[in-house]
């Protein structure tokens, strides 16, 4: 009686053990994915947020820079110094932030941001003797910042959008490794519900022949066993 027990037991056990396994493993999955979805998709949006502002305060520089070499008045050239200042002090900023989120084990992603960086020095660099030079030769800083200035501005936007390409790579491959982890826990699904079936299908197989016929056949003989003692009474 305890090895039919067990005979029934163990294909139910077994089943009961599998589907608890993969529900465990299923809930830890979609957490991690969850987690880690929403980590990358913060870190990228602030990312981009910084870069876009990035390239917003080179592009008012870069206009506040050529309206100081067209105004004659001290008054409005001493504001537009304050302004070209106050907006190296945004981007210094906003670089420095960006910075401590850079992931340092990433060879190509510090090196795109070193990249970035240093153009943006030199592009720094190049705006302040532009200023200068605007006191002294005003046709020679235009020239200086048709001819210098420009190249170095495109350089610096380049920097940024490659940057920027790059996030939005890390976003399609992250979408990408949550469309397979999604996918594997489909096929887990299918998996577990054919072994479910197969396992059931043995068990039933196991009842019919561990329990069901054998208690037919000694009902059978059962039956016979009383028809025979009937006819003899």
């Not at 089943?15 to 979805?37: H, R, V």
Request: proline share 1%.
């Amino acid at each position: 009686m305890k090895t039919l027990r067990m005979k029934i037991l163990i294909p139910i056990l077994v089943l009961a053990f599998i589907c608890t396994a993969y529900s465990g493993w299923n809930i830890l999955s979609m957490k991690d994915l969850k987690e880690s979805s929403i980590s990358n998709s913060k870190k990228n949006s602030e990312a981009i947020h910084k870069l876009d502002t990035l390239s917003i305060e080179f592009e008012k520089m870069h206009k506040q820079i050529f309206i100081y070499f067209v105004t004659g008045n001290e008054t409005a050239k001493a504001e537009i110094r304050n302004n070209v200042s106050d907006i190296a002090e945004t981007v210094t900023s906003n670089i420095d932030e960006y910075e401590k989120g850079i992931d340092k084990n990433n060879t190509k992603e510090v090196t795109r941001f070193n990249t970035f960086k240093e153009s943006y020095n030199e592009l720094y660099k190049k705006y302040k003797q532009a200023l200068l030079m605007c006191e002294k030769d005003l046709n020679s800083a235009i020239q200086v910042a048709n001819d210098e200035l420009q190249p170095m501005v495109d350089k610096t936007e380049s920097a940024i959008n490659a940057l920027t390409d790059a996030i939005q790579n890390d976003i399609a491959a992250s979408n990408e490794e949550q469309a397979k982890t999604f996918d594997m826990s489909i096929r887990m699904s299918i998996v577990q519900i054919v072994i479910a079936l197969i396992i059931s299908l043995i068990s039933v197989l196991a009842c019919i022949i561990t329990i069901t016929k054998p208690t037919t056949n000694t009902t059978k003989d059962l039956d016979k066993v009383v028809e025979k003692l009937e006819n003899n009474c």
